[in-house]
């Protein structure tokens, strides 16, 4: 008896000394924006299916505010040691360093990438006062000048309105950008014909043209949308221009190599459940689930296309 107690405080103390793996410290993903944002689907989305994966609580942190930027420096600040990472969108690790004069991280010194995840592709809108049915013929209708060349965006500063600037460089157009209070004032406003021509994403001006108050005339993809197979992309309307939205996960900079290969793979197999991009597939996202490597190259290819638009606008966020 006495032997049997002995062993069992032996065992006792070995599994305190080394935790179950289910009692790991939970890995937290950190969303700049508030529930229920698109980002913020998908990234619960991941988080569910890496908890089975990684067997250790995964949990999203929403932190919205200065347009996703308090995330980032909270990753920043983050120990790198793989139990925090950051979900966000391409704005912040692109547009941003441009847009900005002040910027309180540097994107490609402050983390480490971990995995891209999904991108989206933009629609060009006209209301239902334009008569074009073709980009071509909205080339000729905004060349008119006056109200004709107004456009808006989800956002000013956004992807959205600067492609629309690389729309009116590559057309020689002359587009005024009309800023909106963000979508929920931008689509009313292009359904009432207040405004002739919005930029916004698939799943937003898709409500515009189930009710018969829009017509998408492009997409911004290399490939035709599935959800629009009939509407062309830019390049096959004649103007050789591509933008595509996306979400990644990064980590604090200095986190160990063989950490972040962990949870990239656990992320891209999450991403990659064929119920996750059923969900996502509805929302416009097309799944990606792609490596440091791969997330790196777009980001840099990104920053190469981007940079001189937005600089040659003169857009400052923070003037």
Do not use: C
């Not at 416009?284 to 290819?301: N, W, Y």
């Amino acid at each position: 008896m006495k032997r049997l107690t002995r062993r069992s405080t032996l065992a006792g103390a070995l599994a305190l000394a080394v935790p179950a793996r289910a009692e790991r410290p939970p890995l937290r993903i950190i969303v700049g924006y508030p529930p229920g944002a698109g980002i913020d689907t998908i990234a619960r989305l991941v988080a569910d299916k890496m908890h089975a994966s990684l067997g250790r609580p995964v949990i999203v942190e929403n932190k919205p505010g200065a347009a996703g930027m308090i995330a980032n420096t909270t990753v920043k600040a983050a120990a790198p040691d793989g139990s925090t990472l950051l979900m966000t969108p391409l704005a912040n690790m692109v547009f941003f360093p441009h847009s900005y004069a002040r910027l309180d991280y540097d994107p490609l010194k402050d983390y480490v990438p971990v995995a891209h995840l999904a991108s989206f592709p933009l629609a060009f809108g006209v209301g239902p006062a334009v008569p074009a049915k073709t980009l071509a013929e909205y080339v000729t209708f905004a060349k008119k000048g006056g109200a004709n060349a107004n456009f808006t965006a989800a956002a000013l500063g956004s992807l959205p309105h600067f492609f629309g600037l690389m729309f009116a460089r590559t057309a020689g157009l002359e587009l005024t950008y009309i800023p909106y209070k963000g979508t929920a004032q931008a689509l009313p406003a292009l359904m009432s014909g207040e405004i002739p021509a919005a930029i916004l994403t698939l799943n937003d001006l898709g409500t515009a043209v189930q009710s018969g108050k829009a017509r998408i005339l492009a997409t911004s993809g290399a490939k035709r949308s599935p959800q629009y197979p009939d509407v062309p992309t830019f390049r096959e309307s004649g103007y050789d221009i591509e933008g595509l939205a996306w979400y990644a996960l990064y980590a604090p900079a200095g986190t160990p190599r063989e950490i972040v290969d962990a949870l990239s793979r656990a992320a891209i197999e999450a991403i990659r459940q064929p119920d996750v991009k059923q969900r996502l597939e509805p929302l416009g996202l097309e799944v990606t689930g792609l490596g440091p490597a791969e997330l790196a190259a777009i980001q840099r290819a990104d920053d190469d296309k981007w940079g001189p638009v937005i600089r040659a606008s003169g857009f400052k966020a923070d003037q």
